[in-house]
């Protein structure tokens, strides 16, 4: 089977050649050598891929390979914690320059935004309910609806400040002991 050379092509092509003038010298078929073109036209990386660091790009790609975040930081930028590649996974998903990348990663490869669309709602119309509510949360994810979640958290000290700040009225007394309460008549409590 004889190898096209893709250099070799590009330079072709850019003196002006045909693809049959290139099947030609390469002793190839026509179709070969428009495969060998879609090849090389899917191997540009997007204009926007010039603005990210190496790392970025490798975390890009992993991400159109089929990784999630976590583990396409863990590829690119060699985290030794699952944890802290966690973190900056979810650090770079929020980058614009990677988010731009990313969309035009999957524009380049045929999956734009509108066939995403379109797909997620073939997923969300799907009669098994729990595809569909899978489809409903990426949606959500996606649209940004979900709210964050932050929880509040009172220290110990800060709940005994407020307990003391409380006003206490003549009516109703606070009784200090120590333990569980003691009966009055002083006999052992007894099931009747």
Known sequence: MVKINGEELQSLLRKGKSQADCSRHFNVSEAAVSKA???LKAAVMPASFETLTDKQRAF???LAEGRNATEAAMQAYDCTSRESAKVLGCRMLRDPDVGVAIH????SEGIPRRRRIQRLRDIIECPDLSVAGKGLDM???LGGDYAPVQAES???VEIRALISALPVSPQVGVIESEGPPKLSSGEPDQER
Request: proline content about 0%.
């Open 154 to 156: 009172i220290s110990l």
């Open 104 to 107: 035009d990663l999957m524009a």
């Open 60 to 62: 890009v790609l992993g």
């Open 37 to 39: 073109v879609k090849r």
């Open 139 to 141: 949606s959500f994810r």
